[in-house]
Every structure is written in C-alpha cells, then in structure tokens.
C-alpha cells in the first residue's frame, strides 16, 4: 500500500477480553514500531522490529502485550486480560532505516482502544 | 535509555516567530527529529538533524548542538495552521539498532 495502515481504526471492549491491533507497514520497510499515546502526551515506545526479531520491546508494558512480525512485514500488538489503563491510542511507524543509517518514520492513523 | 524534556505548551501571535527548544540525554546519540502532530492525526516528519548546526527548510529549521544536548525547532512567518504538537525525538542505540524515542511534545497555540 501506499502508506503505513491500521487496523481497527477504534476498537471497544470490555475490561479483561483480549484484543489484536494490526500494522501493515510501507512495502519494503525493514524498521517497524509500536507506540502508545495517551491524550496531551508524545508517543510512549513500546517495541521495535527490524525484519522478523524484535530488536527492542523494552517498551512493554508488562507479559498482558506481545507483539509479533511473522514474515518481515505485517506486525500484530496483542493485548491480554485488557484493563481501563491500557486505553489509547496504539500508533504503528514503519521506515526504510538499516541499522546505522538513518530513516524517517511513516506513522500510521492509529487504532484507537477504549477500555470499558 | 533516553530523557528528552521540551516545554508543555507555548503561545505565539500569526506572523511572528516561535522557538520549540528539546534538551536530551542519551546513550549512543544518532540522530534527533521533529515531528508535527494536529489534533487526533498522526505524527509527520519535519526534520532530522544528524551533525550540529541549523537546517533550513522552507518556513521550518531545526538547530542541533550534539555537546550540549539540545535542539531546537523555529518556526517563521506563524499560520493558525501551525497550532499542533511538536514533537522532539531522539534516535539512540538500542542493542546495535537505532531505536526512536519520543518527548512529551510542546502545544503551540498561535493566536491573531
């Protein structure tokens, strides 16, 4: 596709159901991240793919987030036993960058959780 | 890891000139970008600033003095349709890979 794309754009549950949030990354993109942003705050790092491996996810929260890119490209953040904290909105950036070079981020429109 | 502190929010008149200032600190420093933000978008790419001093583009530059950990972001001739966030973010070494921190963000309101 022509850019970065999400899905669910908005997603509600309820309090302890699991949820599964879709990035599908600019074609050819090596790096992609998973970000979390809360209203009045910059994007809050979560974990970093380069290709298949997650290179950093230092970012999660605690075990309830994991997040997988099975074949170097789509990458799914999924969420367990979901709680009212873990409402916001989850942003997903791919870029072209190798390591050691640089690369700007393309973000996608985000999906939106809310948590009942 | 990474600390990165910018001012909450500002307030600039049209027309005038604005100054977004990002301190950070950092291991493995590789790069530092700014990124725009409006209500209930997603964040685009303003500028990447790898060696110190200023890059100009257009109505938009951005400083960077590696030694002393700090940027800035200078925005010129002020439109109402630069009220957004601006982000501050700082690409730093994540286990051989350069990983991508975000700031809090600044609010710029511009007035008439």
């Known amino acids: 596709g022509a850019g970065v794309s999400q899905t669910p754009s908005n997603k509600v549950t309820e309090k302890g159901k699991y949820v599964e949030l879709r990035c599908d990354p600019i074609?050819?993109?090596?790096?992609l991240y998973w970000y979390r942003q809360s209203l009045g705050q910059g994007p809050e790092f979560l974990i970093y793919f380069q290709g298949t491996g997650a290179a950093d996810d230092s970012g999660l929260p605690n075990d309830r987030f994991f997040a997988v890119r099975p074949e170097g490209s789509v990458s799914t953040l999924k969420i367990q036993r979901t709680e009212r904290g873990d409402s916001a909105v989850y942003l997903c950036a791919s870029s072209a960058k190798l390591a050691g070079g640089p690369g700007e981020l393309f973000f996608g429109e985000g999906s939106r959780l809310t948590v009942l | 890891g990474q600390n990165i502190d910018q001012p909450t929010e500002m307030t600039a008149t049209e027309g005038a000139i604005v100054q977004i200032n990002c301190t950070y600190q950092t291991s493995g420093f590789n790069g530092l970008f700014w990124y725009q933000q409006h209500a209930g978008e997603a964040p685009t790419f303003l500028s990447y600033?790898?060696?110190?001093g200023l890059e100009e583009k257009g109505r938009f530059s951005s400083f960077l003095s590696r030694s002393k950990g700090y940027s800035y972001l200078l925005l010129k001739e002020l439109q109402m349709k630069d009220s957004a966030s601006y982000l501050c973010a700082v690409e730093g070494d994540s286990g051989g890979y350069q990983k991508v921190t975000f700031g809090t963000g600044t609010k710029l309101q511009v007035i008439p």
């Open positions: 074609s050819g993109h090596t790096a």
């Open positions: 600033n790898v060696l110190d």
